[in-house]
């Protein structure tokens, strides 16, 4: 089968053919049928973030069983999944504990071999994944199935960034109805935020992004407000916006240092600060530490979302088919698996929201 391979920082991803290894126990083959093109993809490439190499990339994806290992209760062959890029088995602590999103077994299956490559040498995959492939073997507790007329590109998107957005207003936040929120980075995840805000009914939802498309995008999900950071401090608007007092919570979809200042400036005191973006390896951030003291903020982070995927991916295709959430709006263009790198390179310039790649096609 084909798949694309990070083997080096900077470098373009590499077309190969590869054969997957045999199933363990707890493995499902997959035929991908589907899968989206994420900011941290471009940042792994990049080599923000090491995962070592070679790595299957791509973590993002919808598609069909082939084959179950033999201890994989509740999927079978022909069953419609969608790829985690949090896994969950369902019995370590942090699962038994309602923390699904950061089981144990996340670290572990990272460092699997999935597939060996014509020289002999062997890759795992991104996440435990590997999804920018026509076929992948990944252990059970990385799929959710799903049963769905939904399209492939749409459910492709629940597997990281929509889910990140969407999960950390609707189950981490404290927003309330008739609540304000602001969101920085209006990407997959800020747009999927500002959605999440409209089905709980905030009031007031703030957008920030220096990219006018992306701040377009704000708009037509729901924004009220939408403001240029480069054309003046968004804090004054904020201000005005919300009797002076600053939004209730704030998503900050960047984690750049600068982001997290102006998240701590345009949030009330006692309100909320939710760190979502993926910050690199090396990045440190910098408060105002007597004013975060005396407002009372709470600033924390939701690794995806904060998502239980039993839970949360079968509630989102509900949202889909139910209309209330429009997931084919997020999909800029459709690409060939041999168009990955220029995906990513439209992904990285801003050009595109998300691109999806399908595999089968030529």
Same mark, same amino acid.
């Given at each position: 089968?084909?798949?694309?391979?990070?083997?080096?920082?900077?470098?373009?991803?590499?077309?190969?053919?590869?054969?997957?290894?045999?199933?363990?126990?707890?493995?499902?083959?997959?035929?991908?049928?589907?899968?989206?093109?994420?900011?941290?993809?471009?940042?792994?490439?990049?080599?923000?973030?090491?995962?070592?190499?070679?790595?299957?990339?791509?973590?993002?994806?919808?598609?069909?069983?082939?084959?179950?290992?033999?201890?994989?209760?509740?999927?079978?062959?022909?069953?419609?999944?969608?790829?985690?890029?949090?896994?969950?088995?369902?019995?370590?602590?942090?699962?038994?504990?309602?923390?699904?999103?950061?089981?144990?077994?996340?670290?572990?299956?990272?460092?699997?071999?999935?597939?060996?490559?014509?020289?002999?040498?062997?890759?795992?995959?991104?996440?435990?994944?590997? $999804?920018? =492939?026509?076929?992948?073997?990944?252990? &059970?507790? /990385?799929?959710?199935? !799903?049963?769905?007329?939904? @399209? *492939?590109?749409?459910?492709?998107?629940?597997?990281?960034?929509?889910?990140?957005?969407?999960?950390?207003?609707?189950?981490?936040?404290?927003?309330?109805?008739?609540?304000?929120?602001?969101?920085?980075?209006?990407?997959?995840?800020?747009?999927?935020?500002?959605?999440?805000?409209?089905?709980?009914?905030?009031?007031?939802?703030?957008?920030?992004?220096?990219?006018?498309?992306?701040?377009?995008?704000?708009?037509?999900?729901?924004?009220?407000?939408?403001?240029?950071?480069?054309?003046?401090?968004?804090?004054?608007?904020?201000?005005?916006?919300?009797?002076?007092?600053?939004?209730?919570?704030?998503?900050?979809?960047?984690?750049?240092?600068? $982001?997290? =200042?102006?998240?701590?400036?345009?949030? &009330?005191? /006692?309100?909320?600060? !939710?760190?979502?973006?993926? @910050? *690199?390896?090396?990045?440190?951030?910098?408060?105002?530490?007597?004013?975060?003291?005396?407002?009372?903020?709470?600033?924390?982070?939701?690794?995806?979302?904060?998502?239980?995927?039993?839970?949360?991916?079968?509630?989102?295709?509900?949202?889909?088919?139910?209309?209330?959430?429009?997931?084919?709006?997020?999909?800029?263009?459709?690409?060939?698996?041999?168009?990955?790198?220029?995906?990513?390179?439209?992904?990285?310039?801003?050009?595109?929201?998300?691109?999806?790649?399908?595999?089968?096609?030529?």
């Amino acid at each position: 089968m084909k798949a694309a391979i990070f083997v080096a920082p900077g470098k373009a991803l590499r077309l190969e053919e590869v054969e997957s290894l045999p199933l363990g126990p707890t493995d499902v083959h997959v035929r991908v049928d589907a899968t989206a093109l994420c900011q941290t993809d471009v940042a792994v490439r990049r080599g923000d973030h090491s995962y070592g190499s070679p790595l299957l990339m791509g973590h993002e994806a919808s598609g069909t069983v082939l084959a179950v290992g033999s201890h994989v209760a509740g999927l079978k062959a022909g069953d419609t999944v969608i790829s985690s890029s949090a896994p969950a088995c369902g019995h370590c602590i942090q699962c038994a504990s309602g923390r699904p999103h950061i089981c144990v077994q996340s670290l572990h299956l990272r460092s699997v071999p999935r597939a060996r490559r014509a020289d002999g040498s062997v890759a795992t995959g991104l996440f435990g994944l590997g $999804t920018f =492939a026509e076929e992948m073997v990944v252990d &059970r507790a /990385s799929l959710v199935a !799903v049963d769905t007329d939904q @399209p *492939p590109e749409s459910l492709a998107l629940i597997g990281c960034g929509v889910t990140t957005g969407l999960s950390t207003v609707l189950n981490r936040t404290q927003l309330s109805h008739g609540g304000s929120l602001a969101v920085i980075g209006c990407g997959t995840v800020g747009l999927a935020a500002i959605l999440g805000a409209g089905l709980k009914g905030a009031a007031t939802i703030v957008a920030i992004d220096p990219n006018p498309a992306r701040r377009d995008d704000a708009r037509r999900r729901g924004a009220t407000l939408v403001l240029d950071p480069g054309a003046g401090d968004p804090a004054e608007a904020v201000r005005a916006a919300t009797g002076g007092l600053g939004v209730d919570a704030t998503i900050d979809a960047v984690a750049a240092p600068a $982001t997290v =200042a102006q998240a701590q400036a345009i949030t &009330r005191r /006692s309100g909320e600060i !939710v760190i979502v973006g993926m @910050p *690199p390896a090396d990045a440190t951030f910098d408060l105002a530490a007597l004013p975060f003291f005396l407002s009372e903020q709470r600033l924390s982070s939701a690794l995806f979302g904060s998502a239980n995927i039993r839970r949360d991916f079968p509630t989102f295709v509900r949202l889909a088919e139910s209309g209330r959430l429009d997931l084919a709006s997020f999909v800029s263009r459709t690409l060939a698996l041999g168009d990955v790198n220029a995906g990513l390179d439209a992904l990285s310039r801003g050009e595109i929201l998300r691109a999806v790649i399908r595999p089968g096609r030529r």
